[in-house]
Nanobody
């Protein structure tokens, strides 16, 4: 059974940093794709970042480019999202997600391309 557990959220002032972790289990941590999404109250779920192990490619939504960095540690089956220069508009619940293998091994920012989701971690950025 695929399980994803996010951690690292919290309350931070604008300009601060947080590092989110997504601990994965229940699947072979090889040729994986893991995406980070966020959802603010009243807004649609947004693809923030993604990493593909097959070709090392990454994706960032324009609003976080230059501020967020996605990385992985295969020895820990964990993917990280380092978030710097945080802004109040980054406030949301952040989720990590994994697509079913049948969908291939390429990054997608579309939430409907992902089949397994963590429970989410709240990030609140105060102004």
């Amino acid at each position: 059974e695929v399980q994803l557990v996010e951690s690292g959220g919290g309350l931070v002032q604008a300009g601060g940093s947080l590092r989110l972790s997504c601990a994965a289990s229940g699947f072979t941590f090889d040729d994986y794709v893991i995406g980070w999404f966020r959802q603010a109250p009243g807004k649609e779920r947004e693809g923030v970042s993604c990493i593909s192990d097959s070709d090392g490619s990454t994706y960032y939504v324009d609003s976080v480019k230059g501020r967020f960095t996605i990385s992985s540690d295969k020895s820990k089956n964990t993917v990280y999202l380092q978030m710097n220069s945080l802004k109040p508009e980054d406030t949301a619940v952040y989720y990590c997600a994994v697509p079913a293998p049948i969908r291939g091994s390429y990054c997608s920012s579309a939430y409907y391309q992902y089949d397994y989701w963590g429970q989410g971690t709240q990030v609140t950025v105060s102004s």
